[in-house]
């Protein structure tokens, strides 16, 4: 990069200078503790990054309404939920269908059907009610915690760097720093899969850089940071509360289900190519959009 446009990258280096700092409180309490805090440690994990962005923006006399609260067209939103269904689905049945991991967990049923009082349902009906009341209803749940990191993430860092970079370089770079971000806890933590760590790492890793694809393409494209909210929402809530509890461990099944196995994120990569070779509409759209209405901001 050229020193003439040094200066236009000091709110990015500022923004993660400050999500460093916020986030290494939560890290200490997660790791030393050995505790989540009642899931409290983790949220305020996740809303560190939100809170960087919001004060990065405040530094350099941006108003937080520059972060993209708009809501954009509703089709850009309704695909954000889907999407994430799509790739969970599509990886889950390749497991399934290869013995990888089993359909379906018995315990796991069993537990929702005393949870939620329904003794008298088959197991044929349990799973596809709680398929849908946890679509629904706990999206808003997800929403909570996952609008922490993309006031960040896709509300500050993606637009930011869609100022200077390309399309592929903005994903890249931003699912690099968004996987690092998690280490930390996945190396020193209890977030992982249970594999040896660098086979957790390689996935994750794979897995981020590949998702990051879709959220940048759809955060570029709808000018919104709710389709980032969405769809780190509808990821978290299909693969870590749907999908992987209803799977049965066959012996090995942690190696391939989840974030930490090997085959979400080669699913995902598929996706990442089918938004990259998407890149095409992003021209002469959002980027110039965010470049020239961040740069209104800062007058």
């Keep these: 990069m050229s020193s003439n446009q040094a200066p236009g990258i ?25 505790q989540g805090g009642f899931g409290l440690y983790v949220t305020g994990l996740m809303w560190c990054p939100g809170a960087a962005g919001m004060i990065t923006a405040r530094i350099y006399g941006r108003t937080i309404a520059s972060l993209g609260w708009e809501w954009g067209m509703w089709k850009y939103q309704l695909w954000s939920y889907l999407v994430p269904i799509l ?24 537990g929702l059907s005393e949870s939620f009082g329904w003794g ?16 629904i ?22 637009p930011e760097l869609a100022k200077h ?11 690099v720093i968004w996987a690092m971000w998690h280490f930390p806890i996945l190396i020193f933590g209890d977030y992982n899969g249970g594999t040896p760590i660098w086979y957790s790492l390689s996935c994750f890793l794979v897995l981020v850089l590949g ?7 759809f955060r570029l494209r709808s000018g919104s940071l709710w389709t980032g909210v969405i769809l780190h ?9 749907i999908f992987t509890p209803l799977t049965s461990d066959t012996g090995n099944t942690k190696y391939f289900i989840d974030e930490f196995g090997i085959v979400l994120p080669v699913v995902c990569l598929f996706f990442a190519l089918y938004f990259w070779r998407r ?9 110039i959009y965010f470049a020239s209405s961040s740069f209104e901001h800062e007058k």
């Design 137 to 158: 209803y706990g999206m808003a749940q997800s929403m909570a915690t996952a609008l922490g990191e993309e006031i960040g993430w896709r509300g500050f860092l993606v």
């Design 233 to 241: 929402a509808s990821h978290n809530l299909f693969v870590q509360r």
């Design 279 to 287: 890149r095409g509409e992003l021209k002469n759209n959002s980027i």
């Design 120 to 135: 008298g349902l088959s197991d044929a009906l349990i799973i596809p009610f709680y398929f849908v009341l946890a679509g």
């Design 10 to 34: 000091r709110p990015i280096l500022t923004y993660l200078g400050i999500t460093l700092a916020l986030s290494s409180i939560f890290y200490c309490l997660i790791i030393f503790t050995k």
């Design 87 to 110: 790739y969970a689905l599509a990886a889950y049945l390749i497991i399934w269908v290869a013995g990888w991991g089993g359909f379906y967990n018995h315990e796991f049923v069993k």
């Design 211 to 217: 998702i990051s694809f879709v959220f940048a393409w």
């Design 165 to 175: 970079l390309s399309y592929t370089k903005t994903a890249l770079l931003s699912g």
